[in-house]
């Protein structure tokens, strides 16, 4: 069992409480708007049928919620480049994707594309853009896009899109790694996230495995806990990527010195169930000779339980099933369309027996 730790710094562990109190009130009042999920897409039933019949886990309930898989185009980004967007949109809407992440709006040598164009194509396909993964800092150029250097810029480009999430997979490390540090960098996501907030769009930060390591100035403290309660929930929502949150509690499941310091993923989210309105599906293979303890594959062929992960946080939601977005995504697969086909597939097979 996994033991509960309180933070070290008693204001720390007064600020994660008053924010998970006010994420569960938040959590609340969006799941009796949420409504109820809608029928699944044509080719979202299709696969998903297809792939239950042939893996003998057609009867129960399925585990994920109709109408939110999505992708990481940063998963396809040699398609994207090369072939395009509207190639590589028709493929997703082929494996029945509903959703996709952008990581840039650019794609190489297969031309210039306007925005206006890129959610048309999205659309056109039936695919939704959920969100878009964007720089944080960039001190070496004024003209970078980020959003520290050209926030309207940023957002101007998000609404173009449509998009109800726009964030950053950066780490809040702008300033250091101290909790100081940390404080600072909440400060500039609580700012990105009011001006997010103003135009109808939700700031998100996406983890790597260093946001729970520990601060250098205090090693009982975990950074990623102060993310968390400096952070307004109002004005800053995380997307957490599964596959590196299950490596930081193979790297960061002690402190420093050696103190016992473990935690499950999963914890945080059913805490705060809609401080994470997104989430990264990424599998890996479990190997404790790994620096991250795993090795990366393709979702479906891990050691990862996603049946388990996704039916606790819909479940936990009272109702708002439809509340979260589950992005598919590899770093560096091997074939990317193999991997966005088999990740559809396996994720839309999972079911759950209704009286569990």
Not at 97 to 118: C, H, N
Not at 185 to 209: C, L, P, S, V, W
Not at 291 to 306: A, E, L, N
Request: aromatic share 10%; net charge neutral; glycine share 10%.
């Amino acid at each position: 069992m996994t033991r509960k730790h309180t933070p070290d710094d008693p204001e720390l562990a007064h600020r994660l409480s008053r924010r998970g109190m006010l994420g569960v009130a938040a959590g609340a009042s969006a799941a009796a708007l949420v409504g109820t999920a809608a029928a699944a897409s044509p080719a979202t039933a299709a696969t998903g049928s297809a792939e239950a019949q042939a893996s003998g886990k057609g009867r129960g309930r399925p585990v994920l919620p109709s109408g939110r898989l999505g992708v990481q185009l940063y998963s396809l980004r040699d398609k994207v480049s090369t072939a395009g967007f509207a190639t590589v949109f028709a493929e997703l809407e082929r494996y029945g994707y509903d959703e996709v992440e952008f990581a840039g709006y650019t794609q190489g040598s297969a031309g210039p594309i306007t925005l206006a164009q890129l959610k048309r194509l999205a659309r056109d396909h039936g695919l939704h853009p959920i969100g878009s993964h964007v720089g944080y800092y960039d001190n070496g150029n004024p003209n970078a896009y980020t959003f520290a250097q050209n926030l309207t810029k940023v957002l101007d480009d998000a609404e173009a899109l449509g998009l109800k999430h726009i964030g950053t997979a950066s780490g809040p490390f702008r300033y250091g790694a101290t909790v100081d540090a940390w404080k600072r960098a909440a400060e500039d996501f609580n700012t990105y996230g009011e001006a997010a907030r103003a135009r109808g769009m939700k700031f998100y930060q996406h983890n790597h495995a260093e946001e729970f390591s520990f601060a250098t100035d205090k090693p009982g403290v975990r950074l990623y806990d102060v993310l968390l309660s400096e952070t307004d929930p109002d004005y800053v929502y995380l997307e957490m990527d599964i596959y590196w949150a299950y490596s930081a509690q193979f790297r960061f499941g002690k402190q420093v010195d050696g103190t016992p310091r473990p935690f499950d993923p999963l914890d945080y989210v059913l805490k705060r169930p809609h401080r994470y309105p997104l989430f990264h599906v990424k599998d890996g293979i479990r190997d404790d000779s790994a620096r991250d303890g795993y090795r990366m594959v393709d979702v479906g062929d891990g050691s990862i339980d996603y049946k388990r992960f996704l039916s606790k946080v819909t479940a936990r939601t009272h109702g708002g099933r439809r509340y979260h977005h589950w992005q598919a995504e590899h770093d560096n697969p091997a074939e990317s369309y193999a991997f966005a086909r088999k990740s559809s597939a396996h994720l839309h097979s999972l079911r759950e027996r209704c009286g569990d």
